[in-house]
């Protein structure tokens, strides 16, 4: 079965980065749309953005200025990168796949990995 | 654009029924039958219990439905189970080409 597993630093410096990836295995990574969702402490899933297998993308309006997501067919992952980070983007990130049209439902998760925004 | 909106908690005795609700706008929820809930155990992955409105995916108990009537759905969970205690989110597609979660509901089982 399709699994989704997150990966990258764990720590980031405030104005610098932040650089995950999400590798899919069990599945192709071509046609479907491919999100990224956080979660600071205490509070709610946040979605970020998605990425067709095409390489388009849709990001939340609040982020857009900072976002950028990749696909790399070729190695079956895709990419988040966040700039200026702030410790408010301190969270847990999860990469979700969608369906082949960009309203599909999340029906598969990655874990989740834990990013701290601190000097 | 905020959240959906739902409420911060619920909660129910073993064998009740409860709902929760989740309140957009015309652009998002009351604008399409694009609405999905999941289930959040925390440290866990969250996981697609209701798609569609009011679809389940293949193995989801019949005990979880929803619905929709104008800008609120609503996630309905019949004969609670100590297991069902997490939180759960909303999701809607939205006239902007992505989507919005629900601010999360924690479901105490009492």
């Known amino acids: 079965q399709v699994q989704l597993q997150e990966s990258g630093p764990g720590l980031a410096k405030p104005s610098e980065t932040l650089s995950l990836t999400c590798a899919v295995s069990?599945?192709?990574?071509?046609?479907?749309?491919w999100n990224w969702v956080r979660q600071p402490a205490g509070k709610g899933l946040e979605w970020i953005g998605h990425?067709?297998?095409?390489?388009?993308?849709n990001y939340n309006s609040s982020l857009k200025n900072r976002v950028t997501m990749s696909v790399d067919t070729t190695n079956n992952q895709f990419s988040l990168k966040l700039t200026s980070v702030t410790a408010a983007d301190t969270a847990v990130y999860y990469c979700?796949?969608?369906?082949?049209?960009?309203?599909?439902?999340?029906?598969?998760w990655g874990q989740g990995t834990l990013v701290t925004v601190s000097s | 654009q905020s959240a959906l909106t739902q409420p911060a908690s619920v909660s129910g005795s073993p064998g009740q029924s409860i709902t929760i609700s989740c309140t957009g706008t015309?652009?998002?929820?009351?604008?399409?039958?694009?609405v999905s809930w999941y289930q959040h155990h925390p440290g866990k992955a969250p996981k697609l219990i209701i798609y569609?409105?009011?679809d389940r995916p293949s193995g989801v108990s019949n005990r979880f439905s929803g619905s929709k009537s104008g800008n609120t759905a609503s996630l309905t969970i019949s004969g609670l189970r100590a297991e069902d205690e997490a939180d759960y989110y909303c999701?809607?597609?939205?006239?902007?080409?992505?989507?919005?979660f629900g601010g999360g509901t924690k479901l105490t089982v009492l």
């Open positions: 069990g599945g192709s990574i071509t046609s479907y749309y």
């Open positions: 015309g652009s998002d929820v009351g604008g399409y039958y694009y």
């Open positions: 999701l809607s597609y939205t006239v902007s080409g992505g989507v919005i």
């Open positions: 569609d409105v009011s």
């Open positions: 990425i067709y297998s095409s390489g388009r993308t």
């Open positions: 979700a796949r969608g369906g082949g049209r960009k309203w599909d439902p999340f029906d598969i």
